[in-house]
């Protein structure tokens, strides 16, 4: 978006969302990595204008919903073994 805006999609409970990224490091490539995804509760008035996209719903946030979310991680991935780590 332009100007760039948080965005979130609405999930239902229990609900599950499948998404992919690339990972481009300059320089020297980390020994590990994961993901984190920001969860909050869809209320309180810090997301409008919703918009349907690959059939989920996308809302717009506000800059100051970060301060409700709580910050859902996957474990380490370790980038010369291939694989994810539990053990860190």
């Keep these: 978006t332009l100007p760039p805006v948080p965005l979130a999609a609405k999930l239902p409970a229990g609900g599950s969302l499948e998404g992919a990224f690339e990972l481009s490091v ?9 993901w984190c995804i920001g969860m909050a ?28 979310q709580r910050k859902l991680c996957t474990p380490w991935y ?7 780590r539990e053990d860190d």
């Design 26 to 34: 300059p320089g020297e490539v980390p020994r590990r990595v994961r």
């Design 41 to 68: 509760p869809m209320d309180g008035g810090a997301f409008d204008q919703p918009e349907q996209a690959g059939g989920v719903e996308v809302w717009r946030a506000s800059f100051d919903a970060h301060q409700h």
């Design 78 to 84: 370790d980038m010369a073994a291939g694989g994810f």
